[in-house]
């Protein structure tokens, strides 16, 4: 009762502090206008458009037109995709006299109401005079005070304290004031070729599907890669990407869930740095997201290639090196070897497993490799340490021929077994031509150069730990020969460092790799990356060795035997 005694007063005295008498009192609204923190659109329409008073019927303001009825109707919709609870005004001042002072027939709501997530929420304000007057002061205006609580979240005018009014007063064209100035936003989702994240000439768009979000504006993709968003208010925006395509992975920007570039519009136009973006008039242009479908892989020469938990090995469409995981040449062998899945599928992305197509396993019918030794396969540290104590071996302490952690072997190191107790860094070394060598690492191996085996040697490395081969040991012209030559088994991981610069050498393998040889959990981990050069070569390299099968010492052999009865 207090309230609506104020606003009585207010209206008896002409006052300019709630609803006041407005310079443009004509019609000033667009579809899609939104509040200050862009979380709600804001449509108005009327049902008699903009009818403007008529000057004629008084000689002096306010003048009036006779008006049976009218309807100002107001939508709502969410911005954020989620529901949103806006406090809003809209208010009517309709006449009863002729000329006087317009101080009765007024109708205001003040109220908070539920703009849910999706689909919009109408209101209408539909008034009839019994006089047929309106009055050129006072007319039908809207405005939002507040969202989510947050009076910063506003829908106002520039001047005065409502966001939309309609019916022109006598006398003025319905021309609106200034709008507040609105921003826009430009970019590309586009295929990275070279993984380096920035478009670079010749780089196409990704011509599927997209889908973006942004924290205000309007957002269109286009079917080509390109996409804008409009109506942004001036100030902080975030602009992400959120559909990534099947078998696709972001090469730019690298931050999220989801990928993110964080904004600024208006006169302080910032782009934080973003590659190839720039500001201009408030506007960001080459906002670009960038992808790649191409990725590390690995490709494996005449021998076969074990993963139990599935091969997932993302062969590109035509690589220089063939489109095989297993590859065979006149050389080394005419019929390639078998692709073990284990219990999953194999996934060989563009290209075949080989010529052969020989692959075992997978979903439909598993095969995964059981040890029959409690200690692990015959390659663990537990199982070679056991098996040199039964066969009365004791190892050298390797710490008396090198520095384990920074160990430089000597040129002439005589054959035999070799034991370390702790963590190795072994540095770039050639054995000896016809000498066999097993070396037991009870911690991490980490390899920082090109180890080489000569036809005739055999050389086993078996860590209780890690194998780790430092990102400088590799090529940069393709595979080559090897850079690691032996029969690597570790009982945890065999982990391929990466320089992260998109600029990796592939590493070329010489005989085996074996991982979670204790069974007690490992995996073979390459953090390598070729970027453009994905397209045509493998980072790892495998070249087979049997010839380390034929010479390992004698302790290392296992003997089958297979008996059975026969009928006398």
Known sequence: MMKNLLILVCL???????????????????????????????????????????????????????????????????????????????????CT??????????????????????????????????????CGNYQMDYGITAIGG???????????????????EAGRAC???????????????YIDANKNGTKDAGESNYSGAITLTSSRGTVTTNTNGTYSIANINPGAVTVSYTSLPTDYSLTYPLNGPPPSFGLTTGAGCNTNGANGASCAGGNISNLNFGITNLKPWTQSHCGSVRIDDGIDNPIPQSPSSGGYAITTNTIWCTNPGVAFSGDTTADFGSGQASTTQRVVGGGSYPEVYE????SGITTSYSYLTAKAQQAGITPTNLATVCT?????????????IYQANDNVTLNTYQ???????????????TIRGNISTPLGSTAVFSTAGNIIVDAAVGWNAGFLFPNL?????????FIVNSTNTCNDLTLSIGGNIVTNASGSGGSFQNNRDLCGNDANYPTIYFYPRPDFFLNLPDFMRVQNTLSWEDAP
Do not use: W
Request: proline share 7%.
């Open 431 to 445: 054995f000896p031509i016809n000498q066999d060598y097993v070396i037991l690492i009870n911690g991490n191996l």
């Open 97 to 134: 006299n002729v000329c006087g002072v317009c101080a009765d027939n007024s109708q205001y709501t003040d109220e908070t109401v539920t703009v849910p997530a999706t689909g919009t929420r109408t209101f209408v304000m539909s008034r009839t005079s019994p006089y047929g007057y309106a």
């Open 150 to 168: 947050n009076t910063a979240c506003r829908y106002y005018g520039l001047t005065y304290p409502i966001g939309a009014s309609a019916i022109c």
């Open 404 to 416: 384990l952690n920074n160990c430089t072997l000597p040129s002439s190191l005589p054959h035999g």
């Open 485 to 493: 030559d032996g029969i690597f088994s570790t009982d945890r991981s």
């Open 371 to 374: 040890s029959a030794n409690p």
């Open 12 to 94: 008896l005295f002409v006052c300019t502090t709630l609803y006041p008498s407005k310079a443009f009192a004509e019609t000033f609204y667009h579809v899609g206008q939104r509040d200050t923190c862009n979380r709600v659109e804001v449509t108005v329409s009327e049902n008699q458009v903009c009818p403007r008073l008529n000057a004629s019927v008084c000689s002096a303001p306010p003048y009036r037109s006779q008006i049976d009825n009218y309807t100002f109707t107001i939508t709502l919709r969410s911005l954020t995709g989620t529901a949103e609870q806006v406090t809003h005004q809209y208010s009517s001042h309709f």
């Open 175 to 189: 021309t609106g004031p200034t709008l507040p100035p609105s921003n826009a936003i430009t970019g590309n989702v």
